[in-house]
């Protein structure tokens, strides 16, 4: 008897295991994507170790704040808070942070009043006296209020920055419930 041995062709996967390994360019390529997707996924990984896990802080009540009141937020103290004025309005920043708190590009507006330096687009930290902005040019006024209109949309309002001698008001809560929706309203 005549035994035939009968020969299967190949599987469509040993056929492409077949031509990927032939080759040493497609070896090398192989290697290559491996390694840039475990690079991928590694600092993926590390990303999220790294990021610190804020404590949410609860709303500021609204409040008036003098130039040295408003020092006092600047992203050091314990809570981190990070208040900013623009063009008399203080904004809550603190969901700004790693822009103006501590370390940020910015931070030299933290508590401080960085209408003038958002005018002239000078990221030094401003003075410890109350700024007037009257000597600022019709384009610099308007860029300041352009400001205003992007932190009034984006932030918080939680009162006014005081001019010296001015006395603050006292809000109540729902005072503070209403004009919060009325400030982003506007």
Do not use: C, H
């Not at 900013?84 to 507006?109: L, Q, W």
């Not at 809560?173 to 309203?185: A, G, R």
């Amino acid at each position: 008897m005549d035994t035939e041995k009968v020969v299967e062709p190949p599987s469509f996967l040993s056929t492409i295991a077949t031509e990927v390994f032939q080759s040493p360019l497609n070896i090398v390529l192989l290697s290559l994507i491996a390694f840039l997707v475990y690079r991928i996924i590694k600092s993926r990984q590390d990303e999220q170790r790294t990021e610190p896990e804020e404590k949410p802080i609860p709303k500021m009540k609204k409040k008036d704040f003098t130039v040295a009141e408003l020092k006092n937020y600047d992203g050091t103290q314990e809570d981190g808070r990070v208040l900013m004025a623009v063009n008399g309005r203080v904004y809550d920043v603190t969901k700004g942070k790693r822009f103006y708190g501590p370390g940020g590009p910015y931070a030299a507006f933290a508590g401080r009043d960085a209408s003038r330096g958002l005018a002239t687009f000078n990221v030094t930290a401003g003075g410890d006296q109350y700024d007037d902005l009257s000597d600022l040019s019709t384009l610099e006024m308007d860029s300041v209020r352009e400001w205003e209109t992007q932190f009034n949309e984006k932030y918080d309002y939680v009162g006014r920055l005081l001019k010296p001698g001015e006395q603050p008001n006292n809000y109540s809560d729902e005072e503070d419930e209403s004009n919060t929706e009325k400030s982003k309203d506007d």
